[in-house]
């Protein structure tokens, strides 16, 4: 039963360069997230989609992409990396919430922009 | 648009004695209101939710949190602390519709010998 599995947990990246992180969730869940963690500021939503190719913006989007070809994966890409995304990101999914799913986090991915 | 707001940044608490975190959130519906666990390199742990009924809330480790809607608080309470619940807790604010969520800031727990 292996839940919410992002890769990779730790990277480094230099400013300039692209990246995907990944997410894959095995409970066939319509609703998937992404936030970001920064010291002192909680998590923050990035993107979130609740559904094959149906994505949309959170707080923070600037700077990522996002996209859903399947239930199961929600990578989210950073197109040209900086040093103001070297954060923590999460990864979360969660069948319909109004039937009190509970909403599940990967173990998060470290990613430092040099 | 939902906010949550965790007034204390840092408390210290003595082993054995009892603790109590703030959560206020500001929703225009009826929320549904986690609080999560964080230990230092660690992803979240769910302690306990509220999506309806009783507004007493039990969770694990021993944590129970109380749904007040007159006050807009949703407060983590547990009696007697141990010095394994060292870690940071988020309060969070269920979107509703899209099962999105938005966190506090987060309150770091110490707790002394």
């Known amino acids: 039963n292996a839940g919410v599995t992002q890769t990779p947990k730790f990277q480094v990246l230099k400013t300039g360069q692209s990246m995907t992180l990944q997410c894959a969730q095995d409970m066939n869940h319509e609703y998937m997230s992404w936030y970001r963690q920064d010291p002192g500021m909680g998590l923050r939503l990035i993107h979130y989609s609740v559904g094959a190719g149906i994505t949309d913006q959170g707080e923070v989007p600037n700077g990522y992409n996002v996209s859903r070809s399947t239930t199961e994966d929600f990578p989210l890409r950073l197109l040209s990396a900086a040093p103001s995304q070297t954060s923590v990101y999460f990864c979360?999914?969660?069948?319909?919430?109004?039937?009190?799913?509970?909403?599940?986090f990967g173990e998060g991915s470290w990613l430092t922009v040099v | 648009a939902q906010s949550v707001t965790q007034p204390d940044i840092h408390i210290t608490v003595s082993e054995g004695a009892s603790l109590e975190l703030r959560c206020n959130y500001s929703y225009g519906a009826t929320p549904y209101l986690f609080w999560y666990v964080q230990s230092p390199g660690q992803g979240l742990q769910l302690l306990l939710k509220y999506f309806s009924g009783d507004t007493l809330v039990q969770g694990i480790k021993g944590f129970e949190a109380e749904f007040k809607r007159s006050q807009s608080s949703f407060n983590l309470r547990k009696p007697s602390v141990h010095w394994s619940d060292a870690a940071e807790y988020f309060c969070a604010v269920g979107a509703g519709r899209y099962s999105t969520l938005t966190f506090g800031k987060g309150t770091m727990l110490l707790v002394s010998p």
């Open positions: 979360a999914s969660s069948g319909a919430p109004s039937s009190g799913n509970t909403i599940y």
